[in-house]
């Protein structure tokens, strides 16, 4: 199974980091771990993505587990703006996005 | 201008008909998608194109046609529309030495 697990739904207080984690078990040696994120009536937006390492970049995070079964986005103080469906998706070696799932809606309170 | 645009943002057609969605990148990336988004679900993959002489289907093709007729163009046809074909429709383009993908605005088709 390509697909990865995500939690439905999660809340966050403005200012503070947020954690959104991500199952991947069947996750390939090849295989690199993307992070989207879509707003209401727009297109999915790159966030990051990695394959062994963490890394970091000027909107978050990415905390992969040693085992790679499993990852972390971090954003590390949530805004308002940051309210969105985030997604975690695996890709192959060519780069192509096996599939999406349901993604992890990010309610964010003032 | 954005730097991958679909075209028309909206439709409404009826069963039966033949539509085209197009799509244009001025990112110059060689690598173009379709995909298919349906309410409250994510995205699933349609067709994709790795340059102008390469189409190759996705995860859901049936009912579905594309057409590559150059590196910034990417369009996708329903032959004969059907009602569950209505969903939001995304275009993305991605270069090839980088694994982030760009994506449009989306086109909201109905098929009544």
């Known amino acids: ?110 | 201008d954005a730097d991958v645009t679909q075209t028309p943002r909206n439709r409404i057609t009826k069963t039966g008909k033949r539509i085209m969605l197009e799509c244009s990148q001025t990112k110059g990336h060689d690598r173009m998608y379709w995909y298919r988004q349906d309410p409250g679900l994510g995205l699933r993959l349609i067709y994709y194109s790795f340059d102008v002489k390469d189409i190759n289907k996705g995860e859901i093709s049936d009912g579905y046609s594309v057409s590559r007729q150059a590196q910034a163009k990417f369009s996708l046809s329903l032959e004969s529309a059907i009602p569950n074909q209505t969903a939001l429709y995304f275009c993305a383009t991605r270069g090839t030495e980088s694994y982030g993908y760009t994506f449009g605005s989306g086109t909201r088709l109905t098929v009544v």
């Open chain 1, 1 to 110: 199974d390509a697909k990865t697990t995500q939690p439905n739904s999660m809340e966050s207080n403005e200012e503070e980091p947020v954690h959104l984690p991500c199952n991947h078990s069947t996750i390939s040696g090849t295989d690199y771990i993307h992070w989207y994120r879509q707003l209401p009536s727009q297109g999915p937006e790159y966030v990051i993505h990695g394959l062994t390492s963490n890394v970091n970049n000027r909107m978050a995070s990415l905390a992969i587990a040693e085992d790679r079964k499993s990852s972390t986005l971090i954003l590390h103080r949530a805004t308002l703006r940051d309210a969105a469906v985030y997604y975690c998706i695996r890709t192959n070696n060519a780069g192509n996005m096996l599939t999406f799932g349901g993604g992890t809606r990010l309610m964010v309170k003032p």
